[in-house]
């Protein structure tokens, strides 16, 4: 199987599978969205169907609810969970402070607040991921439905005094019509190059009216699973100001998930 993955797939496949080692029985556990956390609740399905490892999973968008009930995981509300033991997720950049820019996948609302939910945030990633600032990948920010070329007439307002580079805002589509995300909210995708101060402008853009989140993950962040597509795998923690360094055998890997 990681025979027939690209470079990129097999970094995300290891750090994925390396994640997926960190979860424990009984835990309950933060499923994130996206390509990388995809791998990653295919791990977890095969340790539940393999090991017997019981958890219980809480999704950050309905996509990847799906997916993890398709691979025998027992999934339930935020609600029903109240707290969460470990959310793993992937993220569209990170930078040295591991500080993020997510939603690219479009869950940024739900990924937010299953990730502040939680005892601890492993992000996971490919290299490409990091970044020296932050900005370069589009920001994304969820805006209401109503009147939402107001709202990006006022953040437009904003960034011209903000510490970016770039102020092109474009409103995300899903083919001929506007992207919906799973609360029903609209998507404006900043273009911004470079931002200078990620933790002022996440709070000056939740002041606008009309905005009920912004992808930057400040401070949320624990750990970051780096991995490459020798199989190596790279993990920095944050609290701990440790980085430590293993391999993942790809050939051991190689029929693992053949029937998808």
Known sequence: M?????????????????????VEDGMRVGLGTGSTAAWLVRHLGDRVRDEGLRIKGVPTSARTGQLARDLGIEVITLDEAGTLN????GADEFDGDLNLIKGGGGALLREKIVAAA???VVIIADAAKEVGTLGAFPLPIEVVPFGWTTTQMLVEELLVSADVMGRRITLRMNGGKPFVTDEG????DLHL????????LAM????????????LFVDLCDKVIIGYSDGRVETRDINEGTVSEDRIDLAESE??????
């Open 193 to 200: 190059s470079r931002i200078g101060n990620a933790r002022q």
């Open 2 to 22: 990681t025979g027939d993955l690209s470079p990129i797939d097999k970094a995300k496949f290891v750090a994925a599978k390396r994640a997926a080692g960190m």
């Open 185 to 188: 909210n609209h998507i404006l």
């Open 86 to 89: 470990i959310t793993i997720d």
């Open 118 to 120: 939680s005892e601890e």
């Open 255 to 260: 029929n693992l998930f053949s029937d998808i």
């Open 204 to 215: 000056a853009l939740n002041q606008m009216p009309g905005v009920v989140e912004n992808g």
